[in-house]
């Protein structure tokens, strides 16, 4: 253990290798490694995130942390904290993927789709003549004089926290500026030749996605995800809700919680694509209703019971600073408006950017989420028709034994053969879960080769069926494959929670269609829009009944197409405008009181038979 | 000094005699006698304000706080801290004016005209039909849609501030409920059938006056004034804005502070009226531009610099919350323009309030405070002009020896005879000094007697003339008949500050009718506005050449006709319409560079032989 030595680190099971010197501790390895460590605490010895197994090699003894974080059992099977073991010879590490901080996959392309450039915010660039004892007129008034003058924009007005701006940056400038409006109101003003830049929000009741996209040009410039912070207040809307009943500033709490990862996000952006916060004029956010009036501070208890009312359902323009952006002084957020209590503005942008607006033949969005929302689209009918369906969050992974998010590590892709079993995991990692699409194939497959009947059961005479702690079970992945050390399993459980989602949306997707008196294979086309939607294998959503069995080139998997809505309202008036539109003219079908709707939740539980659809209308 | 036993304590010079309880503190007596004691530390001995003299009688022994603050020789003196100083016996003390509180005169009412009742604000008693399942229109959309259908007011917006308040206000009030709506949006709701009520506001460098104002009916409900609380960062305009250069942060400091001010004000106000906040559904304040500039916590370098240029001087409608008033959650106010960097929206409201831009004669208006501001119209002409003249707070008792602000004690009026002298004082207080008025007055028996020449030299040959410390003076109040116990007296200074400050008004005067072309004889009315105008002797402002010899039922004290006009933009849209029109079509005449500015400046400064207007122009 002389100095000028160094030792070797191999990290398992990711195979990496690095030299380090002496005393080096086996998280600063690790980083040296690439080897991202989750470390809450900062490498103090305090969060226990960074567990590592010392399989082969000498390290420190274990210190005063790790002996309180660890128990006995633990450290004596060669458990360590990286940040407190120092490395005191050539050393193989095994590194669980509970330890990794593992980036979330978020689906942040969407469709395209041809769109006039025509954002509300307008850009000029100003020469202003300085003022004299001649001229004393306010700085407010020059500007606003060259502005008519010049650019033909006149009647110029601007808050006082835009004329703040304006007094210093004229003096530091000498009086070349741009100026951002937004109609007759002067939002921002940059140094000369600025380009406005927008900021575009998808506000998911568990993800979020963020777009900075030129507003000169279209372009996005760059986009960030992330998950929204008051998931710990609550994985749904409901029990969120329930939150702020129980918590008497629970709104307040809730609100300042996403605003701040807001400004979080666009921290990122703005660095991404190098342009400053004075330049972000304008911001378009789309959300589900619960999550804009959670986002807006607005009342939501009216909205947790029934009749379900939203506060509002208008579109909403907000300064920018009032939801504590920091962004040009005097700009706003624009929120599309919503359709009902459970029908949100994310629905609209959806409908929006793939277009079931403008639609020339018969068209189903559908957007799956913890609530999935169905829209149908009938040139013809002055209107468009939409349903809200309970789905939970199984297809994110929740409620599902070994379901996780989309991260490294996820099933995504299953494939039984006659004796076999092919998986494919996202980052090619060692399985650890199952995220939505990979829970979809497993059940498909199970159905294909009957280890499941149609009723879900699994067929405990099947070999290939196991029996677990909880009952029958399929084996995906052993704990000596897995990235866990555990077994990846379904179980019946599993089975059974799948089968109460995609019963509700295939119900409410039925129920749409009867209410509109439309037959399914008059659907010329169905969007699938969403993250788990984008991934979706088709094939199987129709094999285990979740879409009805249409050809699959009618199937269109668009992603986030919230998002893009969001994007395209940033970038077009005449976007707003539509939106507008779209929610006064959407009828919205109530399922909890449709008729049939329960007699259709049951028929949309069972599992077609093999290779068929069931006649389930 | 047994317990049970009751001392006496007598307050002079005040005469109010109180028992008390031994151990007793000076200050808990002259609680108990209803004497106002400064007290700004609240009784801990740090502050100094409650110094008192003891005159007979046995005290507790100086404590260590005493000793800190008093001087050996003020102790030895007999001065105490009321706070501090317990009672051991039967006591009478001394009291100087300079320990009391003395409440703030303030000049609040006004001139009165004809009005049409007009408010921006209008106020609508809503029936709603409250949700179902059949009708889940959000509860903005079911307000908005009886607004429009009942009471023809279609295309309703709200803020996420006020359609919180609806949500729950809706719900407590079984959803009948009263708007206030400004133009197509509505700012706050009250239960049924409340009345919106508005603030006005006069924001001075050193006063503030506030009016709670029915909406419905145009009557005042309650008023109240105050000092600015800026005063403590510099007690004119200019070392105000000093310090806002000197302090990184000072601008938002001095905001806030006002803005504070403004919400105590608020409150005493809505508590005399027995309305709540919600129902202050609208509020106008005018003031200077450095005043307005300030309360906006705009930047105000170059206010202070050539060539003296206001951020902003449009009329400015900013959020009621943003200016930190908790009123009607989606309240405005609303800020009068302004004419140019030192000719505010006080100017504004003064020249609406005294009717100058409607005027069928020439008319002078003069606002005299620390700056003046005067305004000319001539009807025939399709501009009003208007100057403002640096003055000095001399006429507001500051840098006069004796000079103080229109409080109990001052001295208000002064007459001399052959030999003798009357004083009348506020409230009839004994002589502590002399305020604005009182000076004039002074000054103007002076000249009268001869006691001062054209020049405003005293002449020290006249017996009444004295000789003190700084030179010649003029006794008005020995000590032992002044309630400072100190002689009041005018000094040569004084004269000199008064020559200056009555140079400057009248030369920007009369550049002001030199500049238009009018004789003094043509103007046929001379509106004087503000409260040391009001209360100003009009025939010793003549005498003393502060104003021209015209014929003295051409005079007419209108008090604060700046704080009138707030009042009446709150109950008219025509008023804030002719504002608008004055300060568009008001011509500034800068007097810095008038070409015989100085000449004019030189002879205001004389005063006029005896009963004799001096020829001017």
């Known amino acids: 253990m002389s100095t000028g030595h ?169 009086w070349r500026m741009t100026a951002f409006l937004r109609g007759a109101e002067i939002v921002g003003l940059a140094p000369y030749g600025t380009r406005p830049v927008g900021l575009a929000v998808d506000l998911g009741t568990t993800k979020i996605a963020a777009y900075l996209v030129d507003l000169t040009t279209g372009q996005e410039l760059a986009l960030s995800g992330g998950l929204n912070p008051q998931i710990g207040y609550g994985e749904d809307v409901i029990s969120r809700l329930t939150y702020t009943r129980r918590h008497p500033d ?90 009902g209590g459970f029908v949100g503005a994310d629905h ?106 149609e009723r879900g059961r699994f067929n405990r005479a099947n070999g290939r069926v196991g029996q677990g702690r909880h009952g029958s079970e399929f084996l995906l992945a052993p704990a000596q494959k897995s990235g866990s050390g555990r077994n990846v399993i379904i179980t019946q459980d599993d089975v059974n929670e799948i089968q109460l989602a995609k019963g509700a949306i295939r119900a409410g997707l039925e129920a749409l269609l009867q209410a509109t008196g439309t037959a399914p294979e008059e659907v010329k086309e169905v969007i699938i829009a969403g993250a788990f939607g984008s991934f979706l294998n088709i094939k199987s959503a129709i094999d285990i009944g979740l879409f009805p069995s249409l050809p699959q080139a009618r199937y269109k998997q668009v992603g986030n197409a919230a998002g893009v809505g969001a994007k395209w309202a940033l970038l077009s008036r005449d976007v707003r405008a539509r939106a507008q539109q779209i929610a006064a003219n959407t009828d919205y079908i109530e399922l909890t009181t449709y008729p049939k709707f329960n007699r259709l939740f049951a028929l949309g539980m069972l599992f077609p038979t093999l290779l068929m659809d069931t006649a389930l209308s």
Chains 1, 2 share one sequence.
Not at 143 to 148: E, Q
Not at 296 to 325: C, F, I, N, S
Not at 349 to 360: F, R
Request: hydrophobic letters at 45%; aromatic letters at 2%.
């Open 348 to 453: 609209v942008a959806m409908i929006l950017a793939s277009g079931l607006d403008q639609a020339e033949h018969v068209v189903l969005g559908i957007d799956i989420g913890t609530n999935s929302e169905i829209a149908l689209a009938k040139p013809g009918q002055s209107f468009l028709a939409s349903a809200s369906c309970a789905s939970g969050p199984a297809f994110e992974g929740a409620h599902i034994s070994d379901g996780m998010r989309a991260a490294a590590g996820a099933i995504e892709a299953v494939k039984l053969t006659e004796t076999g079993l092919q998986l494919k995991t996202i980052d090619d990692a060692l399985p650890v879960g199952l995220c939505g699409s990979g829970i979809v194939d497993a059940v498909a497959e199970l159905r294909r080769w009957e280890l499941i009947n």
């Open 6 to 174: 160094v030792f070797e680190v191999d990290f398992e099971p990711i195979g990496k290798r690095v030299d380090v010197a002496p005393q080096t501790t086996l998280l600063e390895a690790a980083q040296a490694a690439g080897i991202d460590l989750s470390s809450a605490c900062g490498g103090i010895g305090n969060c226990g995130q960074c567990r590592v197994m010392m399989l082969e090699g000498e390290l420190s003894a274990p210190t005063e942390d790790e002996q309180y974080i660890l128990s006995d059992v633990e450290l004596r099977g060669g458990q360590r904290l990286a940040c407190s073991a120092h490395i005191h010879s050539q050393v193989k590490i095994y590194v669980p993927k509970s330890s990794l901080i593992t980036a979330q996959r978020l689906q942040i392309d969407g469709v395209s789709g041809e769109l006039t450039l025509d954002p509300i915010i307008d850009a000029y660039d100003l020469d202003v003549p300085a003022p004299t004892l001649h001229d004393p007129r306010s700085d407010l008034e020059r500007i606003a004089t060259v502005l008519a003058s010049v650019h033909n924009r006149p009647n110029i007005v601007a808050e006082p926290a835009v004329v703040r701006q304006i007094s210093t940056l004229a003096r530091q400038q000498n």
């Open 250 to 339: 629970g709104e307040h709490a809730l609100a300042v919680m996403v605003r701040q990862k807001l400004d979080e996000l666009l921290d990122e952006l703005i660095q991404a694509a190098g342009v400053t916060r004075d330049q972000v004029a304008d911001v378009c956010i789309v959300g589900n209703t619960a999550m804009t009036h959670l986002l807006l501070e607005l009342p939501v208890h009216q909205l947790a019971v029934a009749p379900y009312v939203a506060a509002t359902g208008a579109a909403v323009d907000v300064k920018a600073r009032d939801l504590g952006l920091s962004i040009a002084p005097g700009a706003y957020v624009h929120l599309l408006p919503c359709i």
